[in-house]
C-alpha cells in the first residue's frame, strides 16, 4: 500500500506538495511527527483512503457462501453459492465515482464522499472486507500506513530518477502488486539532529 501511495504521489506533485504542506502547518519542522499528531491530518487521511480505493490490497475479496436461498436485485440465489465480491471494479465504478472514478483524487474525500470510511461500514469502499470476515489488522493496517507515509513525506523530499513518471501497472494475483519496482530518490527535509 505504501508503494502505491508514494507512486500516486510521485507522479500526482501538487497532492504530495499538499502533504507535505500540511504536515508543515500541523507539525512544523522542529519535531517529528508522532502518532499523537495524526488525527490533525485530514488531507494525509484523505490520500490513504483514495489509494485504497484506486489500488486495494486484495482486489478480489476472500469468499463467502450463502447459508440460505435468497434473492440479490433480481437474482434468485441458491444456499451453498459462493460469493467473490471485485472490490477493484466497485472502487471504481462511475455509477458511485461519477467525478473521474479512476483518477487520483484525494479531494473528493474532503468533499463528495467525505461520510465514506473504509472500516466496512460504507459498501462503495471496502478495501478491508466487511462483516464477520473483515480484516482484524484493519486498525494497526491503517493506523501504520499514516505515520509511516507521515514520517517519511515529513523527513524526505521524494522524487523519481530524472523526474520521470512512475509506471503504474499492476501484476495479476490475490494480493495487489506494482508489476515494476519502484525507484526513489530521498534527500533531507529537517535539521540533521532530527534523524
Ligand atoms: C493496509 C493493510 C491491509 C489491508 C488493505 C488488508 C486487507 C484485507 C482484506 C481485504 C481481507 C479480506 C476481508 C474479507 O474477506 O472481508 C483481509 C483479511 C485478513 N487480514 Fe488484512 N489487510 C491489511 C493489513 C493486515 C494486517 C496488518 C494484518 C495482521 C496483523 C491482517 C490480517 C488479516 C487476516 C488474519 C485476515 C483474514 C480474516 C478472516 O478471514 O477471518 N491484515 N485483509
Redesign the pocket.
Known sequence: ?LIWALSLLLNHRHVLKKVQQELDDQIGKNRRVTESDLNNLPYLYAVVKET?RLY???PL??LREFSEDTTVGNYKIPKGTWLILNSWKLQRDPRVWQENPSKFMPERFLKAHKKLDVKGQSFELL?????R??????N???QM?HLVLASLLQSFEVSTVADEAVDMTESAGLTNLKATPLDVLVAPRLASRLY
Open positions: 500500500m485504497l486495494p490490497a486484495s475479496s476472500g478495501p478491508f472486507g466487511a462483516g470476515r473483515i480484516c482484524p489488522g484493519m494497526f493496517g491503517l500506513m
